[in-house]
């Protein structure tokens, strides 16, 4: 199983921008398609992004889609989502995910498979 730490979260004015990243370690980081998910309080989880095991494809919630960018770098075992443009409802922690490669893009928490402890980014208007 990979294990998965995130980091970069913290408070910004609206309109700024944040680097989000995902170390990974253990099993093969590059045989995972990622995910970015945030869960802000008393919501449930709710998609951000995700990116295939290759780097090759993406996919956005509309939420965030045209701000958001997610990428990954297989050689240094990292996942980013950079954010700008943000918005004090973009408040939430940050959660990082695991999932085992599928042919179509996966959008629901319970289709992965390894968590990171999350990171709180706090947008202030």
């Known amino acids: 199983q990979v294990q998965l730490v995130e980091s970069g979260g913290g408070l910004v004015q609206a309109g700024g921008s944040l680097r989000l990243s995902c170390a990974a370690s253990?099993?093969?980081?590059?045989?995972?398609?990622m995910g970015w998910f945030r869960q802000a309080p008393g919501k449930e989880r709710e998609f951000v992004a995700t990116?295939?095991?290759?780097?090759?494809?993406?996919y956005y919630a509309g939420s965030v889609k045209g701000r958001f960018t997610i990428s990954r770098d297989n050689a240094k075992n990292t996942l980013y989502l950079q954010m700008n443009s943000l918005k004090p409802e973009d408040t939430a922690v940050y959660y990082c995910?695991?999932?085992?490669?599928?042919?179509?893009?996966?959008?629901?928490?319970?289709?992965?498979?390894?968590w990171g402890q999350g990171t709180q980014v706090t947008v202030s208007s």
């Open positions: 253990g099993r093969s980081f590059s045989g995972y398609d």
């Open positions: 995910a695991a999932s085992n490669p599928y042919y179509t893009f996966r959008t629901r928490p319970q289709d992965y498979v390894a």
């Open positions: 990116i295939r095991w290759s780097g090759g494809s993406t």
